[in-house]
């Protein structure tokens, strides 16, 4: 494949090319993402689906040799945040990982985003303001996609976190969708933050695939 | 005056890009006088990490943006996007080109920049013998599963595209109009499939091209052949007289450390001196698709 993208690069606002292809999002939402993922099984052309796939392998691959893949993408991620948010790094404004898809405990929690975003610098600001507290078939495997009231019912916002009141809040996630995940998120916490500004950040934007082709 | 990258992170991120921001302040750098590749690629090179949205005001850029995507949206089927120079998504590659492009504009799956391709290109008035050897040569490409690369032109450029489909392949075009232009019209529908299931790519300004002359708007065919070359890994030439925009991809490729390959035909053809030209110049000649094979696949 050819790989040359480059992972230092600004990450991108989703404006008035992108946001119709977020069913969920509305003109006042504030969501960035570095690259562009095309959900296509099989096909991993290109470093973000390469960076995505790694991301995402499930974690009872723990201790093969392929989970290296997953812990580079990690530190690739975090090194990705690091130099497109100084504010982030220097700890002025709190990262909130979204919640993976089962609650801590259970025997698939996923904690990468977690980790990511504990990853960014001695100085960031990592909170797990929103918990899963049900476990939830994960969005691409689930034979219907979750609405924003199921996904907000399966999480619980994580009071004790909350103090001292963040200037700003940055949601991080992998991959924007429909942007259900960002909604639920937004509606479950916006009440606590009291105006301060809640935006999401994403590692890549789903774009569409047109077609399937025979993979070379 | 443009704003200055500071004022660009009011929010939690530094310098974040807009890219519809961009595609007007991209629109609007060709309006100015004497606006080119070059004069573009010059400005950018001088302005280092600069972008569009830095050289103009950004009120007009957000509404010659409105204008273009409404356009857009009126006279394309599905979506399309953009790629910025400094971007995530943006291929190194490109800055190979002799005059390098800032912007793109594309619709379809930009993935497909990511597998290996090879460009395919020659005169839009092919001997039966060309249509034939493009053919050949497009279907043992798709076969090493190359994505095959063209302009979209009349000739041998359509004949690569409809191959490579034919066979099942995977293909892209580079436009030398706007992405919501088609030329020749016959290809119009050829060009709304390629959009839909394979890559379009274009580099050329929407407005420039709706306000200048026909004539004028012809030296953005041969710009397009350079950021074709600097897509691919190598360019076939298949079949191009004395004076073919195609000799202007020949050149590019061999100035950017692309591989060149020329069928053996043109070499026979009295007529014609390039070949020999760019041989001297370490173009590759080729007898069969093994010469092609054999430095491409190994």
């Not at chain 1, 009440?191 to 047109?210: E, I, M, N, W």
């Not at chain 2, 950021?227 to 030439?237: G, H, Q, W, Y």
């Amino acid at each position: 494949m050819m790989s040359d993208s480059d992972w230092s690069a600004k990450p991108r606002v989703i404006g008035e090319i992108e946001r119709g292809d977020h069913y969920h999002l509305e003109p006042d939402d504030r969501c960035l993402f570095f690259g562009e993922y095309t959900s296509r099984a099989g096909f991993d052309h290109g470093d973000t689906n390469q960076l995505i796939s790694n991301l995402q392998k499930p974690v009872s691959r723990a201790g093969k040799p392929d989970y290296k893949y997953k812990e580079w993408a990690i530190s690739t991620a975090a090194a990705a945040i690091r130099g497109a948010s100084a504010k982030a790094t220097r700890g002025e404004v709190v990262i909130v990982p979204a919640p993976p898809s089962k609650p801590r405990g259970h025997v698939e929690y996923d904690d990468r985003m977690e980790r990511i975003a504990r990853l960014i610098g001695p100085n960031a600001d990592a909170r797990c303001l929103l918990e899963t507290t049900a476990p939830r078939e994960q969005a691409k495997r689930a034979d219907h996609r979750p609405s924003i009231d199921d996904l907000v019912a399966s999480m619980r916002v994580n009071l004790a976190l909350l103090e001292p009141l963040p200037a700003g809040v940055i949601l991080l996630d992998d991959v924007i969708t429909n942007g259900t995940t960002f909604k639920a998120a937004q509606r479950l916490l916006t009440p606590y933050l009291r105006g301060r500004k809640f935006v999401g950040l994403f590692l890549a934007r789903r774009v569409f695939p047109p077609i399937e082709w025979p993979d070379v | 005056m443009a704003s200055l990258p500071l004022t660009r992170s009011a929010d939690f991120f530094d310098d974040p890009i807009d890219a519809a921001l961009e595609l007007g302040a991209y629109e609007r750098l060709w309006m100015e006088t004497g606006a080119s590749f070059r004069s573009l690629a010059d400005r950018f090179a001088r302005a280092r990490g600069a972008r569009p949205s830095d050289l103009v005001d950004e009120g007009e850029a957000r509404r010659t943006a409105g204008r273009i995507i409404e356009r857009f949206r009126t006279r394309l089927q599905g979506s399309f996007n953009i790629r910025l120079h400094g971007e995530l998504e943006y291929p190194d590659r490109l800055r190979h080109a002799t005059h390098p492009v800032e912007l793109l504009y594309f619709q379809g799956s930009w993935e497909l920049v990511h597998t290996r391709s090879v460009a395919v290109v020659g005169t839009r008035d092919p001997s039966p013998e060309g249509r034939a050897r493009a053919r050949k040569m497009t279907k043992a490409l798709v076969e090493d599963g190359f994505t095959i690369v063209s302009g979209l032109a009349r000739g041998i450029d359509s004949v690569a595209h409809r191959t490579a489909i034919e066979e099942g392949g995977r293909t892209i075009a580079v436009l030398g109009t706007p992405l919501d232009e088609y030329y020749p019209t016959e290809n119009a529908e050829l060009q709304a499939l390629l959009a839909h299931q394979h890559l379009v790519i274009s580099q050329v300004p929407v407005e420039r091209y709706s306000t200048q002359n026909p004539r004028t708007n012809r030296f953005f065919f041969p710009e397009r052949n350079k950021t074709m070359s600097a897509l691919t890994e190598a360019t076939i030439i298949v079949e191009a007289g004395e004076t073919s925009g195609t000799l202007v991809q020949a050149r590019e490729a061999l100035k950017q450390g692309r591989k060149l390959f020329i069928l053996n035909s043109a070499f026979e053809d009295a007529r014609l001196t390039w070949p020999k030209r760019f041989e001297e110049h370490g173009a590759i000649r080729v007898r069969d698709y093994d010469d092609v094979r054999q430095r491409l696949v190994g």
